[in-house]
């Protein structure tokens, strides 16, 4: 991954195909893309991270909070913090939404019936 990206000079280019990258194979497996994505050296973006721990939030938000709380670096820990906690708030106020329309739906319908 890491030859991969060293060959592309053009550097948004380089940081949109780690960003994707990343993404697809942190699907698969988080934590051990979380482990290599830190561990890369060439990445000025941290977009290798970005990307694992965007996915992770979506899917399991309580681990991904937890390794991103690990992160030497205050400002990318925060910042990754910041993320991980915006898409879970995000996960949890569409599934609170979801189950109050439901609610809602389920009294108009006891209401006229």
Request: glycine share 4%; with cysteine.
């Amino acid at each position: 991954m890491e030859r991969m990206s060293e060959s592309l000079t053009n550097l948004q280019s380089r940081d949109d195909v780690v960003y994707r990258s990343f993404q697809d194979v942190a699907s698969s497996n988080a934590s051990k893309s979380f482990g290599y994505a830190l561990s890369m050296n060439n990445d000025p973006y941290d977009s290798a991270i970005r990307a694992v721990a965007d996915v992770w939030a979506r899917s399991d938000p309580r681990s991904a909070l937890a390794a991103v709380s690990g992160i030497e670096g205050r400002l990318l820990r925060r910042s990754l913090e910041d993320s991980v906690t915006y898409h879970w708030a995000d996960k949890s106020h569409v599934k609170s939404l979801r189950q109050s329309m439901h609610c809602r739906s389920t009294f108009m319908y006891r209401q006229r019936g």
